[in-house]
């Protein structure tokens, strides 16, 4: 403290720069979560705890941490004596997870449409539609991930539009579980030029306020993507099971 009763910063505390490093174990989950995603990991695969931790440089305790997360989420699952194995991508799983999508995506388009012009939202269609020229090639699952991070940004967008948070965090969640299913689906068809146009038919229904037109095409975009997905994952060599 100074003569003046002010406080004086000591000379060895600086303020941070630079973000701390990501825990041992948040590495772990993303790393494990990323190769679950974009099936580097394939459904159906075991996985070892001493393994992962030599592929992964990191040690055995932040991967049996990551893997109980990940087991939470629905994505690994524990296997007496033999340790973790990656899960299957069941029918079920695709019909409850579209159900839900096809339930509030098209109210959160309506409402995003009904209400973007109260915002004064116009420069958010085209940020949207910038986000949905995004490529991949179907044969690169982490070109396929990257494509559908950018039509999840999309999605999201829109249900922020919405003006009900709630909404588009519940959006979001369902986002991150179809994840998975959609690169299994693009692997075996290039549809990232169909979902762009129907991206930006959505974004000008956006941008002309039309919350009928939004909501029916938000309606057939989910339905056309769980369309694919079913058709890919449904033939005989899919990693689902009925």
């Known amino acids: 403290m100074r003569q003046d009763g002010s406080w004086q910063r000591r ?15 948040t590495r772990a989950l993303n790393a494990l979560r990323r190769d679950i995603v974009t099936t580097r990991l394939a459904p159906g695969e075991t996985l070892s705890e001493a393994t992962t931790a030599e592929r992964l440089n990191l040690g055995k305790a932040p991967i049996r941490a990551a893997l109980a997360q990940l087991a939470a989420e629905g994505l690994v ?6 340790g973790w194995i990656v899960s299957l991508v069941t029918v079920r799983d695709i ?4 159900d839900l999508r096809l339930l509030l995506e098209p109210e959160a ?3 995003a449409a009904a209400s973007a012009q109260d915002r004064a939202a116009a420069a958010a269609p085209e940020r949207l539609d910038a986000v949905c020229r995004a490529g991949y090639r179907p044969e690169d699952p982490a070109s396929a991930l990257g494509f559908l991070e950018a039509n999840r940004a999309f999605h ?5 539009l919405s003006g009900n948070a709630r909404l588009a965090r519940q959006i979001g969640r369902l986002l991150d579980e179809s994840t998975r299913m959609l690169v299994l689906g693009l692997r075996r068809r290039d549809r990232s030029g169909e979902m762009a146009h129907e991206h930006r ?3 000008a229904a956006l941008a002309a306020g039309d919350a009928a037109g939004a909501a029916a095409l938000m309606r057939e975009q989910v339905a056309a993507s769980r369309a694919m997905v079913l ?3 449904t033939v005989p060599d899919a990693a689902t099971v009925a």
């Open 11 to 25: 000379p060895d505390v600086l303020p941070r720069t630079h973000p701390l490093p990501a825990p041992l174990t």
């Open 77 to 82: 699952q524990p296997v007496p004596r033999r």
């Open 95 to 98: 019909h409850e997870v579209f």
């Open 109 to 111: 388009a309506r409402r």
């Open 156 to 160: 999201v967008a829109v249900a922020e």
């Open 201 to 203: 038919a959505l974004t």
């Open 231 to 233: 058709a890919a994952l």
